[in-house]
């Protein structure tokens, strides 16, 4: 994992009160398809934090998930779900 890549994730991860260290990474295999007039980027790896909130009151404690995409050794985008 690259600095740059590892640097965005510690900082997801602090914006949501979680510890960055426990990211999943997952590579990604694509199926060589292309589609006439369309470039498709797809990313390399998905990279996932479940965690439970800091402030979650047992029984029903809140939990929230990360997941960002890497293509190129960057982060292309990321979302943040949180329970209800």
């Known amino acids: 994992?690259?600095?740059?890549?590892?640097?965005?994730?510690r900082g997801l991860s602090r914006e949501a009160?979680?510890?960055p260290a426990r990211f999943v990474a997952f590579a990604v295999?694509?199926?060589n398809?292309?589609?006439p007039g369309k470039t498709l980027l797809h990313p390399e790896r998905y990279h996932v934090l479940?965690?439970?909130?800091?402030?979650?009151e047992?029984?029903?404690?809140?939990?929230i998930a990360i997941v960002a995409r890497e293509l190129g050794g960057?982060?292309?985008?990321?979302?943040?779900?949180?329970?209800?």
């Open 33 to 35: 398809r292309t589609r």
């Open 74 to 84: 960057r982060v292309v985008a990321y979302r943040v779900y949180y329970s209800r």
């Open 29 to 31: 295999r694509r199926r």
């Open 50 to 56: 479940v965690a439970r909130l800091p402030e979650g």
């Open 1 to 9: 994992m690259s600095r740059h890549v590892r640097s965005v994730l």
């Open 58 to 63: 047992p029984p029903v404690a809140a939990r």
């Open 17 to 19: 009160g979680v510890s």
